[in-house]
């Protein structure tokens, strides 16, 4: 052959394969391009998620649900999806915490009490790897994960929001919080322990803390906005929790409507909450816990203080609703709002608590804060509504936070998602904070693993609500379905209609009472000793739920 043809051959070859390297180059730019293209628009199909929660929330508070005070962005977002009136929580902050994000109950979760005693299995005082977080699962299936607010839920560094699956957090590692400093609550810290993404963080004085919180949420939405991954946003809000603190521009509208006293506002809220359609007309009022004063027997100084209380709460409330009005304009602004699953929440009955003139917190709390009239409000104020007001917020149902009655579990819930049937609508059916994390699984078309990351997990212990929200199911749980709860040996159990509840210390199951709540939703007819079948039926649940969560009872 000769030379020239040789040359001439090698450089046709070397053009073919130059050729086919090109060719194979510009497809893989292509692929490349259109894969991103293709793989953002798959995430974009998934939803966000934006989980709300409102802190010592009551039932009757909200516009929508029949109360007096002014939240028209919430009553906006009900207008738009589904309102439940039987949407039960734990009595308390963190084990409600801990259900809510993993799906299962508080002690497998690691929150068998709500404060952080190391007590053994599932009383560890933070979040183990016996769970896995909805953060942490969307996390892996191409979610972004954000949240600010309260997380009671651990403080060690295995037990953080960036631990737990968080991309991004500002967090309040305790219950509580003072609104406008880092000032601390409580005497284990003098300043109030906050963290940004797992490290110490400051707090600016003067910034308010529901304002604060939804500048960090809508900063992180922000950052990431353009990137076409779907997001899930946890606002955990500190408001309207203790100590009752906001601008006077919130408080200063309902100034002079709650003169009249709580047990007036208790008995309004049960004529307001029949016209919204949130309870029976035959609803009746449960007595006040013993703890409740009569208004009568108030001193009018006394009288004029415990209305600014309420005064103060609903401007809280006002203020939060405001913020939330924040977030759904920014989404719609960004151009995410219709595809963004927004649910909203309380975490327990109406608060209770008195801190300021509690045996183990309240010499601190008196020292660094007071109560007086002329400075309630503000960020040197320490005031709580009591049980007094606490009775009117849970109305129609018994009794507050911190107990198993009906009035210590029951809160607000409002779902508003992409192609739900129900808009604008009322479910009276029973659900429960174990069927959020399934239903969130449902809605990101993310399956609920066996293991993660090397640990095997417990199952879900709720339904997902996606098919009844959809309109092919009539119902989210059947009569046979059984929720269970248990705090420091208070209790409860609930098959159906049916339920067991004990707020008897110390612990004894001869001190369970038995209610059918289809027609006692105050639970004031005991029919242990007219229905004992029934009764034993529960009680053999109960045995059965306890030994499940290991529930340390005490002993003889």
């Known amino acids: 052959m000769e030379i020239g043809k040789v040359e001439r051959s090698n450089i046709s070859g070397a053009l073919k394969i130059g050729n086919r390297i ?37 039932y009757a508070d909200l516009g929508c649900y029949g109360g007096d005070i002014q939240t028209p962005n919430i009553d906006a977002l009900a207008a738009r999806g589904l309102r439940f009136s039987r949407f039960h929580t734990s009595p308390l902050c963190a084990p409600t915490r801990a259900m809510l994000l993993t799906g299962t109950d508080h002690h497998i979760a690691g929150m068998g009490v709500q404060s952080r005693q190391n007590k053994g299995l599932f009383y560890e005082g933070k979040l183990t790897n016996r769970i896995v977080t909805i953060p942490a699962l969307l996390k892996a299936n191409g979610y972004h994960t954000y949240m600010a607010g309260k997380w009671h839920l651990g403080d060690d560094s295995t037990s953080s929001p960036l631990s737990k699956g968080f991309d991004r957090s500002f967090v309040n590692l305790e219950g ?45 939405i922000d950052q990431n906005k353009a990137d076409g991954k779907p997001f899930f946003c946890f606002a955990a809000y500190t408001s309207p929790h203790w100590p009752l603190q906001v601008d006077e521009k919130y408080w200063k509208k309902y100034q002079g409507r709650y003169d009249e ?14 016209k919204a359609g949130m309870i029976p007309q035959d609803a009746v009022l449960p007595p006040n816990h013993a703890r409740v004063k009569a208004w009568n027997s108030l001193s009018e100084d006394e009288k004029k203080k415990e209305a600014r209380k309420m005064e103060l709460y609903a401007g809280m409330v006002d203020n939060l609703d405001y913020n939330i009005g924040r977030i759904i304009a920014y989404l719609e602004k960004i151009g995410e709002l219709d595809n963004t699953i927004i649910l909203f929440m309380g975490d327990n009955g109406a608060a209770a608590e008195d801190f300021y003139n509690d045996e183990e917190y309240g010499a601190y709390i008196r020292q660094h804060f007071n109560e007086d009239y002329d400075n309630m409000g503000r960020p040197t104020s320490f005031i709580s509504y009591g049980p007094q007001w606490a009775e009117a917020g849970s109305a129609p149902f018994r ?22 049937k129900q808009k604008n609508q009322i479910d009276h059916g029973f659900v429960s904070l174990l069927d959020i994390a399934p239903s969130f699984y449902e809605w990101a078309k993310v399956g609920y693993p066996a293991s993660f990351e090397g ?19 009539k119902q989210i749980h059947d009569d046979n379905y059984v929720f269970g709860l248990e705090h420091g040996n208070i209790a409860m159990v609930r098959k159906g209609d049916w339920k067991i509840v004990n707020i008897k210390r110390p612990f004894a199951e001869e001190n369970f009472e038995l209610y059918n709540l289809a027609t006692d939703l105050a639970e004031l007819n005991d029919l242990k000793n007219k229905e004992p079948k029934k009764f034993a039926e529960m009680l ?17």
């Not at 991103?36 to 709300?52: D, F, G, K, V, W």
């Not at 006293?261 to 029949?274: M, P, S």
């Not at 053999?540 to 003889?556: A, I, M, N």
């Open 22 to 58: 090109a060719f194979k180059y510009l497809l893989c730019l292509v692929f490349s391009f259109f894969g991103r293209e293709i793989l953002s628009a798959q995430n974009h199909q998934r939803p966000n998620i934006l989980l709300i929660v409102a802190d010592d929330l009551g």
């Open 176 to 220: 509580a919080g003072n609104h406008y400093d880092d000032q601390s609550l409580f005497k284990a810290n003098p300043k109030t322990p906050y963290l940004e993404d797992g490290k110490p963080a400051t707090w600016k004085n003067g910034d308010y803390s529901t304002d604060f919180f939804t500048d960090k949420i809508i900063s992180y």
């Open 261 to 274: 006293g709580y047990e007036k506002l208790k008995e309004n809220r049960l004529v307001t909450l029949k």
């Open 399 to 420: 009794h507050f936070k911190g107990l198993t009655t009906e009035g210590g579990i029951i809160a607000p819930m409002i779902v508003a998602a992409p192609g739900m």
């Open 455 to 473: 640990n095997a997990i417990y199952p879900l212990k709720g339904n997902s609500m996606v098919p009844y929200l959809n309109g092919k199911t």
């Open 540 to 556: 053999d649940e109960w045995k059965k739920f306890s030994e499940e969560v290991k529930v340390q009872l005490p002993t003889k």
